[in-house]
């Protein structure tokens, strides 16, 4: 039944799609927390108000949430500030207008700053020299990455600093015999892993956005991405951070080693914390060594009860080898067919999923993957089937997942949620969602990391429709929270989602999250209207 | 070249060593810190006096770094409070002298505390109601779990009241799909392993002191274990926790799923605090498919350079299955004959090599490891060894290198060092320390996890000898902070490592600790002198 490869195209970048958003609203005003007292936080019937007024029109012209707050009373850029930019980042510090407008807005181009200077610094000290004169002169900070977030967490809301790490990009060291890299924060993650090919090693982590994101970034949003069913998240894998505090001290957890039980272990707060609580300006990171064996197959299944079958038996039969177990349905393929025009490598189906293998022995690994679609297609639980093991043809498998966002933005307007959920579950967020939009909506598609338990769950219309919004939230985030999952599975909030945390985390923990906030950035420099809700500013 | 194996006794409980040390020095006053000032911390100088002072016998008296501070004034328990206990805890108060008396030493018997009270709650309101009395009151508590751990972190220094999880041992779910294990804090380790079994799955780290320890104290320690090298540490498995706060509150992290980037990830604070923020009361965590098939092989090297060449050759060639890359050294082996009468199963070595591989193919696994040893052997990396398949035999094999901590206790009085380090480093160590010990020690030996680079150094003597202690500390501490080791890999810092800190974390690093400590625990009643060192108090 398996059938001869047929070539697809090469990936390409998915264009940019133009839908810039104006933000203005009146919101929250910054209050310290007392730390010392007990932690502040709401009742669940305060939590319940909270959520419901969220999207509630009170006079008909509340904005969004994920609309900008009000700008808050930080300094403006004087000039005297950028003279003593100039001083310590002579050449570097850009304030051509036509550069600075390109970290401005994010790769969606859904969100704009309007920052009016962009600093490079290339050393950890002149990290510490810009954030200590922000912080005393209350200047807010953007810093700033490969800016490829898909939720306005990389770029200024209003005039906020743009602090990038792209001049950042040193490789600090490798250990062969441990795998350990260390390097500076601005590294590109595609660079790293040419570097480490080189080494016989891979990155532990692998995103469509190799190309542009970087290390730091990367680990401020804990990027999940490709390689996480196989390597797990970067909580495990990084191993230490530098870190630079709003007040411009370094804080060095640079360790080198897979085990120290000396203390708290501070990194694990920086991991995820989308820039607004640290800089973070050097990694080290545990490396795999590189597969010398990689499969991919690309399955059809006729129900979302067969593929999730399909995933028990793969994780016993493929078991140490399985390093990706990807999903999309047949509105996808529907996508890619009509504005991409790809080919549909096998039969039309419900459901296609691919898996791929990465081991260190060809003749075991093919005999473990001919013995697992063996067992697949006589119970059954998939219909059609195509395998590819040289690299161009795995590139052009892969790319029927990869290319299904770019597929998406040639569909119209996108709403895009990234939702985490017990794996049996997140099938029937789609089905729900297009039973309750009906024909409201001009496509309703899923597809993601089955593996993870995360679901990409993709919204289109004509054009921006204020209408078709609100029929998907709140129901989006309220279906997620009944059904315990998280409304931002590897996307991480940002500006858009700050204000809807609430529907994955208890009034406590973010109540804590504030005073975590307010010890590390009094005066809340650093990032900005991002992450937290403004509640707590 | 390869023989057949030779069987060897089965594991057995090591006994426990009677070694009780009084606690009482003079030091540090308990001093809040105002965490909106900026971070306030030693320069390098003022540090580098702070570890010489540490170890200067100033005045004939100065008690070792490890001794108990004075007790802090924290109320001491009245009729009043044993009362509000039986009512809340009907039964499970409880003040027998000989039932607390076990819970006030360590299982070293190393460390006594004098607490006159041990509570048992079942549930995490329990926990809350005595977490609430006891912050109210000024109440010191020492949370406890198997009391396994090997630093004095788990049982009271003075008489703070003792909170067992002990009876707080339920399965809460498994979900079979995503291999997604939750439970209240005081399952025991082994009790998880054998219901997974029954799953088809395991837990992601196996200990020693399985019988007896608890997830929750695992989790609180961040212990490491024997199968961290392929299922990486509990920062990455553990998937959500629920915490009581000193002040009552109940954290709900307890998410079980593998992504969730929706803020900061509070639990992780809590992986390897040691009590000291909060009780852990539920763990989830991912747990791997059982393997179908396990091999251990047994090994002798001429040289650690050559056992070095053999880890890496064994990461390359086996790859996706090696679950284990253990070593002892001669002088392990030496003392397993003489105190434990075990047979050496191959030819007398300078060191030895256990590898453990698990997969799901026994005839790939098999010829995996056939490969690997035909090209180490070729190669001259190894110039013995024997292979097991069967479980017995396994278990034979392992117990030459789980029973080296028995063995030591038969050799006299144990200073005990669990250091991690660049793996190239590990073992100068234990060259180093003979060499500056010369014929002071009876035994100077080095076993440990090559593949987490991390050594367990041990140092014996006919019995306690402060003058042996001196020579060995601070040397063993600077010698570690000087090639970027970890003064303690996985054992934690309880009470008796606390003040070494400054050896492995830098002082901006071990400040912002003594923050998170002040914010979550005002009045420090968790775990009192515990984990951070005194100056911070």
């Known amino acids: 039944m398996l059938r001869v490869f047929q070539r697809t195209s090469r990936l390409s970048r998915a264009p940019r799609h133009p839908c810039i958003q104006s933000a203005a609203s009146p919101t929250a005003q910054f209050l310290p927390v007392d730390l010392q007292s007990p932690l502040p936080v709401w009742g669940s019937a305060q939590f319940k108000v909270f959520c419901q007024n969220l999207h509630k029109e009170t006079d008909g012209h509340r904005p969004s949430p994920a609309a900008a707050p009000e700008r808050r009373?930080?300094?403006?850029?004087?000039?005297?500030?950028?003279?003593?930019?100039?001083?310590?980042?002579?050449?570097?510090?850009?304030?051509?207008?036509?550069?600075?407008?390109?970290?401005?807005?994010?790769?969606?181009?859904?969100?704009?700053?309007?920052?009016?200077?962009?600093?490079?610094?290339?050393?950890?000290?002149?990290?510490?020299?810009?954030?200590?004169?922000?912080?005393?002169?209350?200047?807010?900070?953007?810093?700033?990455?490969?800016?490829?977030?898909?939720?306005?967490?990389?770029?200024?809301?209003?005039?906020?600093?743009?602090?990038?790490?792209?001049?950042?990009?040193?490789?600090?060291?490798?250990?062969?015999?441990?795998?350990?890299?260390?390097?500076?924060?601005?590294?590109?993650?595609?660079?790293?892993?040419?570097?480490?090919?080189?080494?016989?090693?891979?990155?532990?982590?692998d995103l469509g956005a190799k190309g542009s994101c970087q290390i730091g970034g990367n680990v401020a949003t804990n990027a999940g991405g490709l390689r996480l069913l196989r390597y797990g998240s970067l909580h495990g894998t990084v191993l230490g951070l530098e870190v630079v505090l709003a007040g411009g001290q370094v804080l060095d957890c640079l360790a080198t080693l897979r085990k120290d039980n000396t203390g708290y272990d501070l990194k694990q707060l920086f991991i995820g914390s989308e820039g607004t609580l640290g800089v973070i300006t050097a990694v080290s990171i545990l490396c795999p060594r590189k597969p010398k064996s990689v499969n991919v197959v690309f399955l059809g299944c006729e129900t979302f009860e067969q593929l999730l079958r399909a995933f028990q038996l793969c994780r016993g039969m493929l078991g140490e080898i399985l390093s990706a177990f990807e999903f999309l349905d047949s509105e996808c393929m529907r996508l890619l067919k009509t504005h991409l025009k790809l080919t549909n490598p096998i039969s039309d189906c419900p459901f296609y999923i691919l898996i791929e293998t990465s081991g260190s022995d060809p003749s075991h690994d093919e005999q473990k993957l001919h013995n697992f679609l063996?067992?697949?297609?006589?119970?059954?639980?998939?219909?059609?089937?195509?395998?590819?093991?040289?690299?161009?043809?795995?590139?052009?498998?892969?790319?029927?997942?990869?290319?299904?966002?770019?597929?998406?933005?040639?569909?119209?307007?996108?709403?895009?949620?990234?939702?985490?959920?017990?794996?049996?579950?997140?099938?029937?967020?789609?089905?729900?969602?297009?039973?309750?939009?009906?024909?409201?909506?001009?496509?309703?598609?899923?597809?993601?990391?089955?593996?993870?338990?995360?679901?990409?769950?993709?919204?289109?219309?004509?054009?921006?429709?204020?209408?078709?919004?609100?029929?998907?939230?709140?129901?989006?985030?309220?279906?997620?929270?009944?059904?315990?999952?998280?409304?931002?599975?590897?996307?991480?909030?940002?500006?858009?989602?700050?204000?809807?945390?609430?529907?994955?985390?208890?009034?406590?923990?973010?109540?804590?999250?504030?005073?975590?906030?307010?010890?590390?950035?009094?005066?809340?420099?650093?990032?900005?209207?991002?992450?937290?809700?403004?509640?707590?500013?």
Chains 1, 2 share one sequence.
Not at 98 to 121: A, C, F, H, I, T
Not at 407 to 424: C, Q, R
Not at 452 to 468: E, K, W
Not at 524 to 537: A, M, V
Request: charged share 20%; proline share 4%.
């Open 73 to 205: 009373p930080f300094s403006r850029l004087s000039g005297e500030d950028l003279d003593y930019f100039r001083t310590i980042l002579p050449g570097r510090t850009i304030t051509d207008p036509d550069l600075v407008e390109s970290s401005n807005v994010d790769w969606l181009k859904s969100v704009r700053g309007s920052s009016e200077v962009v600093l490079r610094p290339q050393t950890t000290e002149e990290v510490s020299q810009i954030l200590r004169y922000c912080n005393k002169g209350n200047l807010a900070v953007n810093p700033q990455g490969g800016n490829t977030g898909l939720v306005g967490g990389s770029v200024p809301v209003y005039d906020e600093i743009i602090l990038s790490t792209s001049l950042m990009n040193n490789i600090l060291s490798f250990d062969n015999i441990s795998g350990v890299l260390t390097c500076q924060a601005g590294c590109v993650l595609e660079n790293l892993s040419q570097f480490l090919e080189e080494q016989d090693h891979i990155m532990p982590l």
């Open 374 to 537: 063996e067992e697949a297609m006589t119970s059954l639980l998939v219909s059609d089937g195509t395998v590819a093991t040289e690299e161009s043809k795995i590139k052009a498998l892969w790319s029927m997942r990869e290319r299904v966002t770019e597929a998406l933005t040639h569909d119209g307007f996108n709403y895009k949620y990234d939702i985490s959920l017990p794996v049996e579950q997140i099938y029937h967020l789609v089905t729900d969602m297009r039973q309750h939009l009906g024909n409201r909506a001009k496509s309703v598609v899923g597809y993601g990391h089955v593996g993870d338990g995360n679901i990409h769950l993709n919204v289109t219309s004509a054009a921006r429709d204020p209408a078709l919004l609100a029929a998907i939230e709140p129901f989006v985030y309220e279906w997620t929270a009944r059904h315990h999952g998280s409304i931002s599975a590897e996307h991480g909030l940002g500006l858009k989602k700050r204000n809807y945390i609430h529907y994955s985390k208890s009034s406590q923990a973010v109540a804590l999250m504030g005073h975590i906030k307010t010890m590390l950035d009094p005066k809340g420099i650093l990032n900005p209207y991002k992450t937290l809700p403004d509640h707590l500013r």
